[in-house]
């Protein structure tokens, strides 16, 4: 994991010279550079490798506050570690893409933000976690309340098997956000046309959730997901199932979503982080390997092992 | 790339290995669908049986009978009969005795055991429903006595014969619909018992068990499925509720002997007693059936109700219990059919008595129709046995009933995820 | 950044080698022409320059031809990192590689033109200029198949080289032409040809830039010697 160095190039061949008349020219002239000068050493990094334990690189994101933190998170399943010491940083206003082959402990990383793996018995998460600054991973923490606070979206569409209406409804029904049955119905009405499918359910909302097509669905889910107010959403694989068309309905909308919810998303499909976040994370084997800009990550990388997977040199 | 050469699929020996297999289907096929003959041809078999001894105990055979209520020595008087005690004062009457004079008078002295209970009870409703007949005479249909049914459905003694031969000359002898059966209870006399006492036994017997067994075992299924910690005691639990549902019912009836009876001392006989321990045998069936249906839930339902925020319990309750009902409803109608059955506990804490009136409310004596069964088979009279086939008839249909009730609710509640 | 394994698709590795070896092959061919071409020019041989003229629409061809992999293989294959820088560094190679060719064949063309070339002085520097230069492109097309960012830099180094003969050139045929009025034309003509022969030091040099940012993905921060003209 070392910082690949920017090696200074330094001229080892002479210049060639000249016939001897041209020699006298250029004599004349001046000196002419025979060293030629180092090129600069390369811009200040605008991205760290990999985020060492509870430090930051000040380039990257500098001066913002992150939503959620995560500091030397370890997973271990009974004897099994599944992530070794990630830290990394999920922001407002930006997505932020988690890549790596199967198995690489991403998707653990992505449920320890809103404490799902606290439904797997034998998982134990040590480290810190934080969300705007509270520690989530501490008893005092409700974990209902974090979980509306931390929505989630599944990688197989999953409406509950009631009316469509009733899907949504249902959250904020159980948290009390609304008052009134109109109220719930604005909120209902709202989060359908915030997650793009308003339009095509507004006459059927007594229907079943299941009825819909795969991708309406997805957005079904998404409308849920919203419906509570969340400050950050978390997207498991979530096009996996689609179509293409589809697909690009959903990463429309996380395009959409992007400046109201911080959004993380796991993702198999390289093109697909490439093109929904701006931020890109690289797992391998439970390790964080690299994180920083999405364009940098995907035209540039600063690790080889990153290099190789999105290369499809990887396996 | 591969070496090895393609399937020949036209080959003698392809093909002789391919009708083998199809032959040794058609085999399996054909055993298959003898075992359904077989199954079908014993089913049929306790239905027709049943049928053929049963049905002769819906219909009986009526008497005319005219009565001359001026001559007969019944001391009543009509105005007597107007208040809410008119049942008590008939009943004090001698109607039996009414009855055999009025009927050797039209039918000589071989017809004074012409009638029996069944008669008595109703011309008893018939005085209470219109006094005024008192006053005059009239002519009346009412039930033979057992013997004579018989004799006019198969054969009897000799004496019987003549007279049902008599009364079939005078036109005096129908077929009618026994709705005594229906509507009476036990009774000493063939021709007045009914299983309407039994029918009733069984209703709150039945009540009291679901009310007991389905509430328990739902939510012991939900809390082993979804709350308890998987650990050994949990895992002794499950071994025992597994066990307990194989146990001997009679064993049930033992402790339900033991502690309901003789510890709580609660009433003998009573519904009460006979749903609770009912409910003990049908409870791990409903748990066993309910965590099954519990586990057929898939985690992505109960993820996405944790994904928003739902507390465990609301997940249960909101989410995974509706979607296991179905289950859950199966699990329970077979349990409480198998418990309707159900003879020997019952018998055991005492529902064996001969119980003549039906029970008012779950702490009355009372006998249910698999024990009334039980009884009337191992009476002497021949008349009974009609009976018991008849009241087996009414037990399927009940039971049919029910299962049909099941899969209506099922149905109803089956959800699509 | 090594491009240390082979793509788990082989295919994806058979494609971006036949778009690199067009790529070295278009640079023979141009080497090759430059090198021909003053020969001709020394030796006064017509119909040689008249075979280069010809050649160079094989140069043409293998650009289209490059362009048009070039275009498949990121349709197809979504190269990204290195391979991306690759394809693009290619793609831009090629045009600036059939620029080269062009300047070689601008050099054939005027050797007819130059009939009595022979007692002006600078014509003998010129080969050596032209040595510098085809040097140049050999090494930055070497450097290119290597994926070497370092010998490339080096390359740029040369073209300082290449300027300083041009200077020298320059001066010297105008002097002469100053001189020797009549042979103004024939004068014109070998500054034309010293020029292209600068333009094509200026190439390899623009060649090596790419193949830098091909290889490292970071831009050369200064052209080594570059002074303003």
Known sequence: MDMKQKMPITPTTPVPTPSVAIAAEAHARGPSTTEPPLPAESEAPSVAVEVPAATFPEGLDAGREAKMCADRVSVFYGEKQALKDVSIRIYDDRVTAFIGPSGCGKSTFLRCLNRMNDTIPSARVEGRIELDGEDITSPDMDVVQLRARVGMVFQKPNPFPKSIFENVAYGPRIHGLSSSKSELEGIVESSLKRAGLWDEVKDRLQESGTALSGGQQQRLCIARAIAVEPEVILMDEPCSALDPIATAKIEELIHELRGRYAIAIVTHNMQQAARVSQRTAFFHLGELVEYGKTSEIFTNPREQRTQDYITGRYG | MSSVAPTRWTDESMRKRLRRRYAFEGWFRGLGLAAIGLSVLFLAFLLVTMAAKGLGGFVHYEARLPIDFVKSDLFLDPATLRGPDATQTVAGADLEGAISKASVSAYGPTAAQLFGDAAVARLSRAIVANPDLLTGQTTLWLPVASKVDITAKDKGDANSEALVQELRQRHALRRNFNSQFLTASDSTDPSAAGVWGALKGTFFTILVTILLAFPIGVLAAVYLEEFAPRNRWTDAIEVSINNLAAVPSIIFGLLGLAVFLNSMNLPRSAPLVGGMTLALMTMPVIVIAGRNAIKTVPPSIRDAALGIGASKMQVTFHHVLPLALPGILTGTIIGTARALGETAPLLMIGMRAFVAAPPGGISDPATVLPVQIFLWSDEVDRGFVEKTSAAIIVLLLFMLLMNGLAIYLRNRFERRW | ?229
């Open chain 3, 1 to 229: 950044m090594q491009q240390a394994s082979g793509h788990t698709l082989k295919a994806f590795d058979e494609d971006i080698e036949r778009l690199r070896a067009l790529i070295s092959q278009m640079g023979g061919l141009a080497e090759h022409a430059i090198g021909e071409a003053m020969r001709c020019l020394v030796q006064r041989d017509i119909e040689g320059a008249d075979k280069i003229v010809q050649d160079d629409k094989k140069l043409d061809a293998l650009e289209v031809e490059t362009e048009r992999r070039a275009v498949q293989l990121i349709a197809l294959r979504a190269p990204m990192a290195g391979d991306l820088r690759d394809v693009i560094a290619a793609l831009k190679i090629s045009g600036v590689v059939e620029r080269i060719g062009d300047y070689a064949k601008s050099i054939a063309k005027r050797v007819p033109l130059l009939e009595n070339v022979g007692k002006i002085e600078p014509l003998s520097l010129l080969p050596e200029m032209a040595r510098i230069a085809t040097e140049m492109v050999h090494d930055v097309l070497d450097a290119f198949v290597e994926r070497d960012a370092e010998a490339a830099y080096r390359v740029c180094q040369r073209d300082v080289a290449v300027d300083d003969f041009y200077d020298s050139i320059f001066r010297t045929l105008l002097t002469h032409m100053m001189e020797n009025p009549h042979t103004i034309g024939q004068a014109t003509h070998l500054l034309f040809v010293a020029k292209n022969l600068e333009r094509v030091g200026d190439h390899a040099t623009n060649i090596a830039e790419m193949v830098y940012y091909a290889a490292t993905g970071e831009h050369m921060a200064d052209r080594p010697g570059k002074s303003p003209r």
